[in-house]
């Protein structure tokens, strides 16, 4: 898998208009985000979009009901075609499992293949002290993370959303039987020369492939660029020159 494949855009813009206009700048993206924002704005229009152009799809919804619900939604979201989609780990196994069985069942439905399911651990925007203080869990944010990685696994999802400060832990305390069997899709990447913003818990991009992440989401660092086409192929390019080094180093 090439460098470029590995990095997810997220198209966080207001409306259809700014998400072609996005999707046209960055031709060499093959893999998009559409979150909540997007989505509710355009619907599944923009998903249609992106088919059209024959890209992969992370649909970011983060959904967190009671199983009943989220079953339901994941089913409707099952039916679009999509290759990832997202539900929080903290709505607890029954929700997790019900969610995967739904998304199936609404591919199936709609003849389409069923989108990898997988859940967000801890969002990137929270640190250990509002872990602690303001959602009032006496866990470390990684043992935190841990925990709620292991409960996707058990629910039979493909994967989880976590920090790439958390990949290396998930990664070597996981069960993981085949490389393509459980994903680590880590937000919170930001190369040296981008700004954190409220990523409060960050790698650059070759750091967190180097602590096992499969795919990064990369947003802000090319899409707010001056110029987001060269923003993203310097980070192709990093990633690049770092694991080729890593390779003659050893």
């Known amino acids: 898998m090439s460098e470029n494949e590995r990095i997810i855009v997220p198209l966080d813009v207001p409306d259809e208009a700014a998400a072609i206009?996005?999707?046209?700048?960055?031709?060499k993206v093959t893999f998009w985000?559409?979150?909540?924002e997007l989505f509710v704005s355009s619907g599944p229009v923009i998903l249609q979009a992106l088919k059209d152009r024959n890209?992969?799809?992370?649909?970011d919804l983060?959904?967190?009901d009671i199983p009943n619900t989220m079953a339901g939604a994941c089913r409707a979201a099952g039916r679009y075609g999509v290759d990832l989609l997202t539900v929080h780990a903290a709505a607890g196994s029954v929700a997790l499992k019900a969610a995967q069985i739904a998304a199936t069942e609404g591919a199936q439905q709609a003849g389409c293949a069923a989108p990898r399911v997988i859940a967000v651990t801890l969002l990137t925007s929270i640190d250990g002290l509002s872990l602690s203080l303001e959602l009032q869990v006496p866990l470390a944010v990684k043992t935190y993370a841990q925990q709620m990685a292991q409960i996707?696994?058990?629910?039979?999802?493909?994967g989880v959303v976590c920090s790439p400060q958390e990949a290396r832990l998930l990664k070597d305390s996981l069960t993981i039987s085949e490389p393509d069997h459980f994903w680590l899709v880590c937000p919170g990447v930001r190369p040296t020369w981008a700004t954190k913003g409220d990523q409060l818990r960050s790698l650059t991009p070759l750091q967190a492939i180097q602590a096992g992440a499969d795919y990064l989401v990369i947003g802000r660092p090319i899409t707010?660029?001056?110029?987001?086409?060269a923003a993203f192929a310097?980070?192709?390019?990093?990633?690049s020159e770092g694991m080729s080094g890593e390779e003659s180093v050893g």
């Open 62 to 64: 983060k959904f967190h």
């Open 234 to 239: 310097r980070i192709c390019e990093e990633i």
């Open 152 to 158: 996707a696994q058990n629910s039979g999802l493909g």
């Open 21 to 27: 206009a996005l999707i046209e700048a960055l031709p």
């Open 33 to 36: 985000k559409v979150g909540l």
């Open 224 to 229: 707010q660029a001056d110029d987001p086409a």
């Open 55 to 59: 890209k992969r799809i992370f649909l």
